[in-house]
């Protein structure tokens, strides 16, 4: 899967789930800061990415709250499986 695919899905992912509009998600998007994502909501979009990209639960850490971060995150598990 290209990176491109990867940002889509993960953005598609988060849009549906905090129902946040397209303009909204852009690289530098803290999902936390800018899209009030809580505690439960980052659980359940690590759920969602580790199901949709068969990749280990994603973590907790606060750099992975940035969008860019995140696919970083998401693209580089992908491509070490």
């Known amino acids: 899967m290209d990176y491109k695919k990867v ?40 759920f969602r990415f580790s199901e949709t990209f068969s990749i280990p639960m994603v973590e907790g850490d606060s750099e992975l709250y940035v969008m860019k971060n995140l696919v970083d995150y998401i693209y580089e598990k992908i491509e070490n499986k």
Do not use: F, H, Q, W
């Not at 905090?18 to 994502?37: F, G, M, S, W, Y």
């Not at 505690?39 to 690590?46: D, Q």
């Open 7 to 46: 940002y889509d899905k993960t953005k598609e992912l988060i849009m549906d789930y905090l129902r946040v509009d397209e303009k909204e998600i852009l690289p530098e998007t803290n999902l936390v800061d800018e899209l009030c994502a809580d505690s439960i909501a980052l659980v359940e979009l690590g």
